[in-house]
């Protein structure tokens, strides 16, 4: 059945970019309460990006102001996802040209998430919290079996950037690249990271190049969600925020600054907050419609 046979209205906005052209595009239906699982997971295939986003009324007791909390879910072409960054910051974007900025509060698959949304100029900006982030080791053999999968040797890795899963909503893999042509260099086996990723419960392995002390270029490879590579991954960007608290690569209080999608020649630009004292994370980043 197709999205027209369903019904079903589907917006098409870009995150962590104010160009329709660059950024991480997603598929949004702001209201999806007639729909099936079955139903959205079709038409996510059918929009074909890598994730899309569905709205319906919020749970009994959320919270948040009326008209201004909700229950968002996310499918890619494969599967539903725990939680999806740049489909909240588009989802975001696309409810405050409708209802105005202000705070938004969504109920997910992967916890509560609350976004601010700003204007500036006529531009929109919003602003994630991450649910409570944590970082752990990655098996030797794991990593191992990873690097083959991206055909990396390991003399390419960055020691000061050493390999972990971190998570901000759902699990990535972090690997840090010695150089930018390390990074730029990509061309890795689909089915054989898909499935070590499968057996780790990863939803991208997040490559990682440090430009400077507070800017980092990454790519996230995404073969679980059925594409070969994520252009601008809000949820990555979380977790890469917890990673570089954790591994002290960064101060307590300090912003970021993530380039991605630039190979993808769809560049977007994320920014990372951490706060001491606070553990969550918030990533922020433009939006706008896509045609």
């Known amino acids: ?40 997971l079709a038409i996510a295939a059918e929009v074909g990006y890598s994730e899309s986003a569905f709205l319906t009324p919020p749970p009994e007791g959320l919270g948040g ?12 072409p494969k599967a539903e996802v725990a939680f999806c960054g740049h489909a909240t910051i588009a989802t975001a974007v696309a409810l405050a040209e409708r209802i105005g900025p202000g705070e938004l509060l969504f109920a997910t698959p992967a916890g509560t998430v609350p976004v601010e949304v700003t204007e500036e100029d006529g531009v929109l900006r919003a602003t994630l919290t991450s649910v409570e982030p944590h970082v752990a080791p990655v098996d030797a053999d794991d990593l191992a079996e990873a690097l083959a999968a ?39 086996d689909f089915t054989r990271l898909e499935a070590l990723m499968h057996r780790l419960d990863l939803t991208t392995v997040q490559l990682v190049w440090r430009e400077s ?17 994520d252009p601008a991954t809000g949820a990555a960007a979380a977790a890469f925020g917890a990673y570089a608290r954790e591994l002290g690569l960064v101060p307590e209080d300090a912003v970021l600054t993530l380039h991605q999608g630039e190979d993808m020649g769809r560049p977007g630009e994320l920014t990372v907050t951490l706060r001491a004292g606070d553990p969550r994370i918030r990533v922020a980043g433009e939006g706008a419609r896509i045609g």
């Open 65 to 76: 102001e009326e008209g201004r909390a909700f229950t968002l879910r996310y499918f890619s």
């Open 1 to 40: 059945m197709t999205i027209s046979q369903q019904g079903a209205d589907v917006l098409r906005y870009t995150a962590f970019s104010s160009d329709p052209d660059g950024g991480n595009p997603a598929g949004i239906v702001l209201d999806a309460s007639s729909l099936s699982d079955d139903d959205l």
């Open 213 to 229: 002390a507070t800017v980092f270029h990454v790519r996230d490879p995404f073969p679980v969600g059925g594409v070969v590579e």
């Open 150 to 188: 991206l055909d990396w040797p390991a003399s390419d890795l960055d020691p000061a950037l050493p390999p972990r899963i971190a998570f901000a909503g759902n699990r990535h893999l972090v690997v840090g690249a010695a150089t930018r042509a390390r990074l730029a260099d990509l061309a890795y």
